[in-house]
């Protein structure tokens, strides 16, 4: 979607799409909240700015040149910096809603932006399938403080179909929603997580029964997604020594581990806990 020009362009006043020459700017903004805003921060490390791409673009709102907040525009909406005016800006240009299946980020900016999008758009973005206020945001920066499973190994290219099966399992688990599209799309997102080297297993044969990705990435710290264990290997205390050995893996590239989790999902945050993850801020996730 291009920004629009003419008699418009003053309703839109302040916004534009960031190129190279905002990257510093960009860096600073999301500093502060790294934990929750990984996944801008991984595009701005693999990306030209202002490129376009498949994958979607990133928005800015300057207030008097300053750059106050940004808005990853996909398939999903990620904003970031919690400033009123530039969340109304945000919601006026994007519209009403057609392909977007999420908005997340960090928790105010998340609430606030489908708040506005709702009251300027109306059941197109208030009608929701489920909406996730709070999922503390955690970080681990030392070897975890739990014995590792050494079952679990760098998933190889070879093993595609049936750890993109798992990862079908957990998706509709997690999601409550089928990842299956005409594209194909979500098939090739677990290939390219495993061309990267990205996704960690445990298998009895070629049946995958752990998983665990790293679905985005910086210079110095990955998030951890898409963790998963069947439900014939759940309540045998297994959980904690196979998160282990994927975050040894994981910290061999990079230094910190970031994940977030549901708030009321208590078991994990235990278990989290007790690998050593200090949580570091909050999430928040609205799904349609």
């Known amino acids: ?15 534009r799409t960031l190129d190279e020459g905002d990257r510093a700017a960009l860096l600073r903004l999301l500093a502060p909240k790294e934990g929750e805003t990984i ?24 207030r008097d040149g300053v750059l106050v907040s940004a808005l990853y525009q996909g398939n999903n909406l990620m904003p970031v910096g919690d ?13 009403k809603r057609q392909s977007t299946k999420a908005i997340m980020g960090p928790a105010a ?23 996730r206020p709070h999922q503390p945001v955690l970080l681990l920066d030392r070897e975890p403080t739990v014995s590792a499973d050494p079952r679990v190994v760098p998933v190889p290219l070879a093993d595609l179909e049936p750890y993109y099966q798992a990862a079908v399992k957990m998706y509709l688990e997690e999601v409550g929603d089928s990842p299956y599209d005409a594209s194909d799309s979500y098939r090739q997102y677990v290939h390219s997580l495993l061309r990267s080297r990205r996704a960690f297993g ?13 679905g985005a990435a910086t210079l110095y710290v990955a998030q951890v997604q898409g963790v998963w264990l069947d439900r014939r290997y759940r309540g045998q205390g297994m959980s904690a020594a196979l998160m282990a050995q994927a975050l040894k893996h994981i910290r ?4 910190r581990v970031s994940l ?4 009321y999902n208590v078991r994990a945050r235990r278990m989290y806990a007790a690998l050593g993850f200090k949580q570091v801020g909050e999430m928040a996730t609205v799904l349609y």
């Open 1 to 15: 979607m291009r920004l629009p020009g003419g008699r418009q362009a003053a309703k839109f006043a302040g916004v």
């Open 39 to 62: 996944f801008i921060g991984s595009r701005v490390a693999s990306a030209r700015l202002g490129v376009a791409t498949p994958g979607g673009r990133i928005l800015g709102f300057f």
């Open 83 to 95: 400033d009123d005016e530039a969340l109304r800006a945000f919601a006026d240009l994007i519209g």
């Open 109 to 131: 900016e998340v609430l606030a932006l489908h708040r506005q999008l709702s009251v300027r758009w109306g059941e197109t973005w208030a009608l929701t399938r489920s909406l």
């Open 202 to 214: 445990a298998k009895t044969g070629l049946d995958y029964w752990f998983k665990a990705d790293v």
């Open 252 to 255: 061999e590239t990079w230094p």
């Open 260 to 263: 977030y989790v549901n708030d």
